[in-house]
T-cell receptor, first 110, second 111 residues
Framework: DAGITQSPRYKITETGRQVTLMCHQT?????MFWYRQDLGHGLRLIYY???????DKGEVPDGYVVSRSKTENFPLTLESATRSQTSVYFC?????????FGPGTRLTVL | SQQGEEDPQALSIQEGENATMNCSYK?????LQWYRQNSGRGLVHLIL?????REKHSGRLRVTLDTSKKSSSLLITASRAADTASYFC???????????FGGGTRLMVKP
């Protein structure tokens, strides 16, 4: 199906573990983004990518790593999860002005 | 940091009434966008207004932009229970795909 998908939708992990959140889009959009959404903070940009092999930090990049070897995939890795990274994570893609969001991944770090 | 700030943070109205949400921002923009988020879902783009536009309509949505006051408003006319959601404004300073989102307005429409 066309669109933007995220997996897993829900994830529970423990402090110190590595976690990878996946994002896949079928539009061949150049830009892709990762946001986190916490109560009281709205959406905050973690990382973005303007094209394959081009990534850059957003507002809150610490503790996260991204890669983009293919245009359609933009995985986000928490190398050593912390409780403060408990959040809902949204991936988005953009070909021009507007952004298209995935359904989100709800991550709980115990 | 948030470029856009929505007001009010929460709004409760009856079905059939109009809902108005406001967004203020700090720096110059190329365009301003409004998104809707239903509970537990991703954001969905509603409407985009460019800096040289003052008003734009889409169905029951009306957006205004006042660049001199650095503010925008979203009006939803004849609201329905299905309009219950959070609404976010997002600003784009350079038409470069980068958006900064506000904290959102939670709208509840009671049947």
């Amino acid at each position: 199906d066309a669109g933007i998908t995220q997996s897993p939708r829900y994830k529970i992990t423990e402090t110190g573990r590595q976690v990878t959140l996946m994002c896949h889009q079928t539009w061949s959009h150049s830009y892709m983004f990762w946001y986190r959404q916490d109560l009281g903070h709205g959406l905050r940009l973690i990382y973005y990518s303007a094209a394959a092999d081009i990534t850059d930090k957003g507002e809150v990049p610490d503790g996260y790593v991204v890669s983009r070897s293919k245009t359609e995939n933009f995985p986000l890795t928490l190398e050593s999860a912390t409780r403060s990274q408990t959040s809902v994570y949204f991936c988005a893609s953009s070909g021009r002005d507007t952004q298209y969001f995935g359904p989100g991944t709800r991550l709980t770090v115990l | 940091s948030q470029q856009g700030e929505e007001d009010p943070q929460a709004l409760s109205i009856q079905e059939g009434e109009n809902a108005t949400m406001n967004c203020s921002y700090k720096t110059s923009i190329n365009n301003l966008q409004w998104y809707r988020q239903n509970s537990g879902r991703g954001l969905v783009h509603l409407i985009l207004i460019r800096s040289n536009e003052r008003e734009k309509h889409s169905g029951r949505l009306r957006v205004t932009l006042d660049t001199s006051k650095k503010s925008s408003s979203l009006l939803i006319t004849a609201s329905r229970a299905a309009d219950t959601a959070s609404y976010f404004c997002a600003t784009d300073p350079n038409a470069g795909n980068m958006l900064t989102f506000g904290g959102g307005t939670r709208l509840m429409v009671k049947p």
